[in-house]
């Protein structure tokens, strides 16, 4: 990328990059918008992406979303200082009426200085119903200068009056090719070293990317894998009460998928692929495992696994289902 090119890259999501394009180049840009998808796969890297080519001065081409990259507009977006573009996410746990509130109160405001005020508000299942429901007014009758962007990884915490209001978007995670050629070009990875976090993260970029640059994420990496070899030797005492603290925690889906490749990585060791482990470093703990499991004992786990991660993506008890799945974990031995 040359220096004075402000473009807010996104890798993947082709599709959505075009069809926001397109619908900018007509002029027919709806007023909301809903960005779903998994955790860590890019959604508010478009959304920036997406104001920024609202907001940009010169909008042009056919390459991404369409910001010129050189204006001031895109290189004020560029650096998260647009005036024009508002970003709101939870604080603590939740985002509350007075933040919602702040969104309606503006949005009924001329943009400042471009075509469009932009609101980005994130993890947006974590607004509560008086929050939720303080928006869906500015949903239903915009002002015309207004774009709001909503993102979200948890369907199940939305309101369907929500849903209806903007135009959904489904992301998905990014194909394994994506993720290698952004951890060259962002994290300057070997071909080798991409192909590993390219696995381990499972098409989210941004766990990725973590992965690559920050030595906590590998810590936090590590100490979720050695949790899950804890439940091994827990009583089921122990293992309910380890299901409600990673409740509690979040990020299950992220954790599950973790927990699903370690032992996909075991089943590879117990029919002698090694080569094709993933977790390279952990060779020795995954032989460990592959010795003292049952491999039918592993295979059914896996399968347990896949089948909460469905559970989770759905409106389940997100606990219960995750009490169940710690109850079939295998015994340490
Ligand atoms: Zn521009």
Known sequence: MMSN?????????????????LARQRHATRHAYLFLGP???????????????LTCENPEGEMGLGACGRC?????????????????????????????REVVREASRSPIESRFKVFIITSFERANVNAANALLKTLEEPSATTRIILVSHQPSGLLDT???????????????KVIIT?????????EQDALRLARLSNGRLGTALALANDSDAWQTYNER??????ILDASTAERMAIAQAMEKE???????????????????????????????????????????IPQSQ??????????????LRRNVNRQLALEALLLKAPIGG
């Open 182 to 190: 952004a951890l060259q070009e962002r994290a300057g990875l070997s």
């Open 72 to 100: 001031r507009s895109c290189r004020l977006a560029a650096e998260g200082m647009h005036p024009d573009h508002r970003f709101f996410a939870p604080t603590g746990n939740q985002l509350v009426i007075e933040q919602i």
């Open 298 to 311: 592993v295979r059914r786990f896996i399968e347990a696994m896949m089948a909460t991660s469905g559970y």
């Open 39 to 53: 955790e860590h796969i890019g959604k508010t890297t478009l959304a920036r992406a997406f104001a920024q080519a």
């Open 5 to 21: 090119d402000y473009r807010i890259q996104v890798y993947g999501h082709e599709w959505a990059q075009q069809m926001l394009r």
């Open 162 to 176: 929500i849903i209806s209001r903007c135009q959904l978007l489904r992301l998905r995670p990014l194909p394994e």
């Open 225 to 230: 894998i050695t949790k899950m070899l804890t």
């Open 250 to 292: 979040g990020h299950l889906e992220t954790t599950l998928q973790e927990w699903l490749l370690w032992w996909r990585d075991v089943l590879m060791v117990q029919n002698h692929n090694a080569p094709l482990v993933i977790n390279q470093d952990h060779l020795s703990e995954l032989g460990q495992l592959a010795e003292r």
